[in-house]
């Protein structure tokens, strides 16, 4: 049976001081949840937000990192930086990433490959575009993007990857996926890997869903087969929201 595990992305959003608040709120609201519960914040907020968890059961997740250790690259954080400061997960290549930064599957591979070896819980994003889904070529699109994201991956090391199906239509914009294409879309993902490492493998991994998750929707994706929680963007920078959200499956 595999983990629910409900993820915020803040995005660029949330100063240090609201951030605590934040928590201080949000902490008693999920305190008895099985499922697992990730904040993935901005980078200056990473320090407050491990300090304010410790001793709750929610963790800790970077938004991006790079797949060098150390060197001239002005601006980046690596993947060493952030595990020896206590952080659980990070999220990678996330569409806004690929879309304004020029991220590709290729870097979104590297960054895999050096997240899972630093120890790092990855969170790595695909999703087809409104006009890919309109051409009928999204399935196409996320084959490949799972295909040149795990590529050189040994089965452990897919295993430890957990993937977030996001159609980028559905970010940000109020649509979300009905909870059965989402279902179908995720279990086309675990086919994929099916193919490439075999069923075990395939059963293992952790697939969510991200795209205007709310707390009124997050019960019919999160029942279905095959989704396995969600990477929450807007919804998850309100306590309440997020935190029923969370308890999806407590009403
Ligand atoms: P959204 O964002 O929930 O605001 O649609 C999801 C995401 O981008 O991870």
């Known amino acids: 049976m595999r983990k629910k595990i409900i993820a915020g992305n803040w995005k660029m959003n949330m100063l240090p001081n609201e951030a605590i608040s934040f928590i201080n709120e949000f902490t008693p609201l999920v305190n008895n949840t099985q499922n697992e519960v990730v904040l993935c914040v901005p980078y200056t907020d990473l320090f407050y937000t491990l300090l304010n968890v410790q001793g709750t059961n929610i963790k800790v997740g970077a938004q991006n990192m790079h797949w060098e250790s150390t060197g001239a690259y002005t601006g980046e954080i690596s993947g060493e930086m952030l595990k020896c400061i206590n952080v659980d997960y990070v999220i990678i290549g996330h569409s806004e990433r690929r879309q304004y930064f020029a991220e590709t599957d290729e870097t979104v591979n590297k960054k895999l490959k050096k997240a899972l070896s630093v120890g790092l819980k990855p969170i790595v994003c695909v999703g087809e575009t409104l006009q890919e889904k309109e051409d009928g070529k999204a399935i196409d699109i996320i084959t490949a993007q799972i295909k040149k994201a795990l590529d050189g991956l040994n089965e452990e090391e897919v295993k430890n990857t957990i993937i977030a199906y996001e159609p980028i239509w559905a970010i940000g914009t109020g649509k979300t996926a009905t909870a059965e294409d989402a279902n179908e879309s995720i279990i086309t993902i675990r086919k994929e890997i099916e193919k490439n490492y075999g069923k075990n493998v395939a059963e293992c991994v952790i ?12 019960k019919e994706l999160f029942t279905t087969s095959d989704i396995d929680g969600g990477l929450v963007g807007g919804a998850s920078l309100k306590p309440e929201e997020f935190a029923k959200i969370v308890n999806f499956d407590k009403e």
């Open 207 to 218: 697939i969510l869903y991200g795209g205007s998750v709310k707390s009124t929707n997050a």
